[in-house]
């Protein structure tokens, strides 16, 4: 089973997402998100809508391409996480899941998004994009599992990616796929870069810089673990004699974990709580 929930938490001089994934050893999956504004604007409503199989969904028009704009259908049931801006509803499906355990989330990805330009697309390309604001939209609505959606970007069928306006401006997203089973896919346009896809194995994801850039840094922490280190104390002599200051707390073994609230140290910081986690044996999915 699959369980999702969403945290909108209003912090000071924050615009920042973090989305971590659990898994039990009874095969259990639990997502849990936070989702942070610093001036989340009162014309902005927020809203939990339940879609039915068959939905339609309609992409905007593009200057390139005659006739009817790209649609497409939705497979499944869904649940999503979207919002109005003036009274208008958004393209942006910020968060959701479908009946099949599928779940999909949007996340900052500042000064490293980078998306097709709308005046690009054309030809036969016009019968297969999508804004990146109606990404998650489609990959729930056509999707069951992370694999099927790895298959289609190996193989070029997934749809083309544009620059879409939402809240008057380009937002720079990526995104974080999860299915049932715990499986998980990062998906990032990257400037100057293109498409790329990676595998989810920590269960956690933030915002900027590209995911493996967050891989990479976790090196930096090889000391991390669950239990104490250097119980022992610290110890040397002095005259003759031997001391030992032995420490009169725990917690060293995450001696060194960062506290701030910058997008690399949230990554780390997540990581070993909810990693650890999944030594439970059991857990009550939503």
Request: with cysteine.
């Amino acid at each position: 089973m699959l369980g999702f929930a969403i945290l909108v938490t209003l912090l000071t001089m924050s615009d920042s997402c973090q989305e971590i994934r659990i898994k039990a050893k009874d095969g259990g999956v639990v997502l849990g998100r936070s989702m942070e504004f610093s001036d989340l604007r009162d014309y902005v409503n927020n809203y939990v809508v339940t879609e039915p199989s068959g939905t339609k969904h309609e992409a905007p028009r593009l200057p390139n391409c005659p006739g009817d704009p790209f649609t497409f259908s939705n497979r499944f049931k869904t649940i999503t996480y979207k919002g109005t801006f003036r009274g208008e509803w958004l393209n942006t499906t910020a968060d959701g899941i479908n009946d099949a355990g599928l779940s999909a989330s949007v996340l900052y990805f500042t000064d490293y998004a980078e998306y097709i330009d709308p005046s690009d697309i054309m030809g036969t390309a016009c019968a297969n994009s999508v804004p990146q604001t109606m990404v998650t939209t489609y990959i729930l609505a056509t999707y069951q599992t992370v694999e099927q959606v790895r298959s289609d970007l190996e193989s070029g069928t997934f749809p083309a990616v544009w620059a879409g306006y939402d809240l008057g401006y380009v937002p720079p997203l990526h995104y974080n796929i999860i299915d049932k089973t715990g499986a998980g896919l990062v998906l990032e346009h990257v400037k100057g870069q293109g498409v790329k896809w990676y595998d989810n194995t920590v269960g956690v994801i933030t915002n900027s810089p590209p995911y493996p850039w967050h891989m990479d840094n976790l090196r930096n922490y090889p000391h991390f673990q669950r239990n104490d280190n250097g119980r022992e104390g610290f110890k040397y002599s002095s005259l003759g004699v031997d001391y030992s200051l032995i420490p009169q707390w725990t917690g060293s073994g995450l001696l060194g974990l960062p506290g701030d609230y910058t997008s690399p140290s949230r990554f780390v910081k997540l990581l070993p709580f909810f990693h650890w986690l999944q030594h439970l044996p059991l857990l009550t999915t939503l």
